[in-house]
């Protein structure tokens, strides 16, 4: 039976969703499932993960060095753990990217990135060419798998669950050559674009960058990020980092609203697993309202004031 | 100070992914083959690096077969002093990859290994991170500002909940991200100058590295594709079908 190790993804005080999600896919491999918290304390996100049905133990190696999120810190603890379990998956965030591939090198083992389907407890499927082809992998049972999982192909795990929390100490020399610094949030209180489960956003037809407001506004009652297209990020209406497609961010929100965006492929690419995608524009056949769920035809400025007030009858 | 690049020939960004009907693999036959776009920025930062720190030479690496010369020509072109091709017909992953880049960055005693964060075909974003671990130096994944400050490189990273700031003691990895920086356009002169720029070949046999684990590629196959729904008459019907579809509470 299988014997799985998740990497918990937190702040120090929060447990990220996305471990929840990562959950999802030990459950779908089968088998024991333990958590590990690296932290300089861990207590509360220990307590979070604790709570995560089908979780059997949570691991909490506590000390100072693991008090930020260094790959070079943690992955040799984590390939130490690696031996006790058949295999070890982290969410496919920055987070998880950053580190485990170094404790599989370390293991000496490879990497599955990007999980999206377990076919049998070694056997996966993962995007390639940014998810224009699906490629089904099989791993090799020794030393251990070592996986990181697509948050968007997964369902979090729910609450509920009451395992137990374990200190436990790993005894590894820790390099000093990496050195945490800061972490400079973004300004705004809005959600991530990367990892938001709402996301509005504007192309060309919003028109400039002080119509962009509209799209702020819309974002902001749904509580939702704000993204663009290409197309309005060329224009200058947006920075670049708010750009969504093949070039830009691939994102998988629950609900994506596209606002006055045709539709070009390279955008397509960022958005198709978007689990609702709805489509605002004039243009009744622009290319967008082939991959969206609903759609709505018309002047974006008249529309965008309508849903806000619908919205508000909540 | 030297800076190893990777250079990784890949399918390019443009051409639309087909996948062959035996589901064997990806059509590759007569498609157009680039350099990776995120090694391309790996190279460009090399160059600015090179350009503020003299002396220092920037070495463009490549793994694959022989005609991947043509990239590394190119990688010259742009500004590379010289480049070395590992030459294999094999498929090679990430981990193998690590393992032929570890031994070059022994062999040229380098001081930075650039690498683009991830290639644009098999997108694992792995070759970096596992090339620092073997090396056992610092590693900078997903860059999208390097400062050179003597021995320390000061990195931002572009991390799911902001920019993430570190210093890194070199020898290092740093891997870039797309807004490190936008790599330079190859003039006609420089395509002229860069055959007789010096680049190796050597075989990846002779390197004696032994062959490491990798995963069975066991079939591909298409994604299932999104099939669009229907259009709506007004906002309310819009507001309606969302809260039904549970979407919105």
């Known amino acids: 039976m299988s014997k799985i190790l998740v990497i918990a993804e937190h702040d120090g005080t929060n447990l990220n969703s996305s471990t929840a999600r990562a959950v999802s896919c030990a459950l779908a491999i089968g088998g024991d499932i333990d958590i590990a918290v690296f932290a300089a304390d861990g207590k509360a996100v220990c307590e979070a993960a604790a709570r995560l049905k089908g979780v059997k133990q949570v691991l909490r190696i506590a000390r100072p060095e693991n008090q930020a999120p260094l790959a070079a810190v943690l992955a040799p603890q984590i390939a130490k753990l690696s031996s006790g379990y058949s295999h070890v998956l982290a969410p496919s965030t920055t987070f998880g990217k950053d580190v485990l591939p170094r404790a599989a090198a370390l293991a000496a083992a490879p990497q599955v990135s990007d999980v999206m389907k377990v076919m049998d407890p070694h056997t996966f499927q993962r995007p390639i060419y940014a998810g224009n082809a699906i490629a089904t992998v099989k791993a090799p049972t020794q030393p251990c798998v070592f996986a990181t999982v697509r948050t968007a192909s997964w369902i979090a795990a729910p609450e509920g669950g009451s395992a137990s929390v374990t200190d436990q100490t790993v005894e590894t020399a820790l390099p000093s050559h990496s050195r945490y ?35 702020y506004k819309l974002a902001d009652k749904l509580g939702a990020a704000v993204g663009a297209s290409r197309a309005a990020v060329d224009a200058g209406f947006v920075p670049n980092d708010l750009q969504v497609g093949q070039t830009g961010k691939i994102i998988a929100p629950d ?60 | 100070m030297k800076i190893l690049v990777g250079i990784k020939r890949v399918v390019d960004y443009s051409v639309r992914i087909q996948v062959k009907k035996d589901g064997s693999g990806v059509e590759t036959g007569g498609v157009k083959l680039s350099i990776n776009p995120f090694d391309e920025i790996a190279l460009e930062e090399a160059l600015r690096i090179r350009e503020k720190r003299m002396p220092a030479e920037v070495v463009a690496v490549s793994i694959g077969p022989g005609d991947v010369q043509q990239q590394l020509r190119t990688a010259l072109a742009m500004g590379a002093d010289r480049a070395i091709l590992v030459e294999t017909a094999e498929a090679v992953q990430p981990l193998m990859a690590a393992r032929i880049f570890h031994e070059l960055a022994k062999r040229e005693n380098a001081d930075l290994v650039i690498l683009g964060k991830q290639a644009i075909d098999d997108d694992c974003n792995q070759t970096g991170q596992m090339l620092a671990a073997l090396w056992d130096r610092p590693q900078a994944t997903f860059a999208s500002a390097v400062e050179l400050k003597d021995k320390t490189l000061r990195v931002t990273r572009e991390v799911d909940a902001g920019l993430e700031v570190m210093d890194v003691d070199l020898p290092a990895v740093v891997t870039t991200d797309l807004r490190l920086n936008t790599p330079r356009f190859v003039k006609m002169p420089d395509i002229m100058k860069a055959k007789s720029k010096p680049l190796a070949t050597l075989k990846l046999a002779e390197l004696g590295i032994a062959p490491a684990p990798a995963l069975e590629y066991v079939s591909y196959a298409a994604p299932v594709p999104r099939s669009g729904g229907h259009k709506l008459e007004s906002v309310q019907a819009l507001v309606k079908e969302l809260r039904d579809r549970g979407v919105l509470s």
């Not at chain 1, 300004?187 to 037809?205: E, K, T």
């Open chain 1, 181 to 215: 610094v800061e972490l400079k949030k973004d300004s705004s209180d809005r959600p991530d674009l990367q990892s938001a489960s709402r996301v509005v956003s504007g192309g060309r037809g919003v028109g400039s960058k002080e119509n962009f407001a509209v799209i």
């Open chain 1, 255 to 314: 609900l994506y609203i596209a606002v006055g965006i045709s539709g070009a492929i390279q955008h397509i690419t960022g958005i198709k697993d978007a689990r609702t995608i709805v489509a605002i524009n004039r243009d009744g056949d622009a290319p967008i309202f082939q991959v969206a769920d609903l759609g709505l035809v018309g002047d974006l400025f008249q529309l965008l004031p309508e849903l806000e007030q619908e919205l508000d009858k909540g």
